[in-house]
């Protein structure tokens, strides 16, 4: 049950898109379509983003997208604001148990 | 609204014993999948556990399996957790979270903080 692999930091001008990674196996990541995203401000519960590697919950500004290529899912944040400074953390259904990625934190500049 | 709020966290000694409870409303608990998941003090998130949404079947992050066991009673709409043997990388704010039946946790409690110190 090793952690998915994320950049640990990743930043951005306002305005600007950034892309977050989040690299796993043939057994997660590269295994199911069931990659999700979350966001999570400081001392907050985390909040879905992405789910099933690229659908958007309502609510959920159409600035956020995900996608997947082999063992590596993506999520891309087009027209930063400030209000996206978080972390964020991927998720992958890995057969009968899920594995997270050790998280980004996402700077707007 | 669909609500979940966590409770039972404390400090406990090592070894010991502690029952977190997730009463959730809103939606048809005993229609969903429920997750724990927790996370250590500065550190990410790890999940801990699973329950199908009749009980039927239950799943175990490697680190917990043999001291957890997670439950449900869906008469009640709650979701526990039993946790055994504690040691002190068990130290996490515990959250639950529901599965929207697409293997994603939406929404989370505000979690509880569990800590395992002597």
């Known amino acids: 049950q090793s952690a998915l692999t994320q950049p640990p930091s990743a930043s951005g001008s306002p305005g600007q898109s950034v892309t977050i990674s989040c690299t796993g196996t043939?057994?997660?990541?590269?295994?199911?379509?069931?990659v999700s995203w979350y966001q999570q401000y400081p001392g907050k519960a985390p909040k879905l983003m992405i789910y099933?590697?690229?659908k958007r919950p309502s609510g959920v500004p159409d600035r956020f997208s995900g996608s997947k290529s082999g063992n590596t899912a993506s999520l891309t944040v087009s027209g930063l604001q400030a209000e996206d400074e978080a972390d964020y953390y991927c998720?992958?259904?890995?057969?009968?148990?899920?594995?997270f990625g050790g998280g980004t934190k996402l700077t707007v500049l | 609204q669909v609500q979940l709020v966590e409770s039972g966290g404390g400090v406990v000694q090592p070894g010991g014993s502690l029952r977190l409870s997730c009463a959730a409303s809103g939606f048809t608990f005993s229609s969903y999948g429920m997750h724990w998941v927790r996370q250590a003090p500065g550190k990410g998130l790890e999940w801990v556990a699973f329950i199908r949404y009749d009980g039927s079947n239950k799943y175990y992050a490697d680190s917990v399996k043999g001291r957890f066991t997670i439950s449900r009673d869906n008469s009640k709409n709650t979701l526990y957790l039993q946790m055994n043997s504690l040691r002190a990388e068990d130290t996490a704010v515990y959250y639950c979270?529901?599965?929207?039946?697409?293997?994603?946790?939406?929404?989370w409690g505000q979690g509880t903080l569990v800590t395992v110190s002597s």
């Open positions: 043939s057994s997660d990541v590269g295994g199911y379509n069931y």
């Open positions: 099933e590697v690229s």
């Open positions: 979270a529901k599965d929207r039946g697409t293997n994603s946790f939406d929404p």
């Open positions: 998720s992958s259904y890995a057969g009968s148990l899920w594995v």
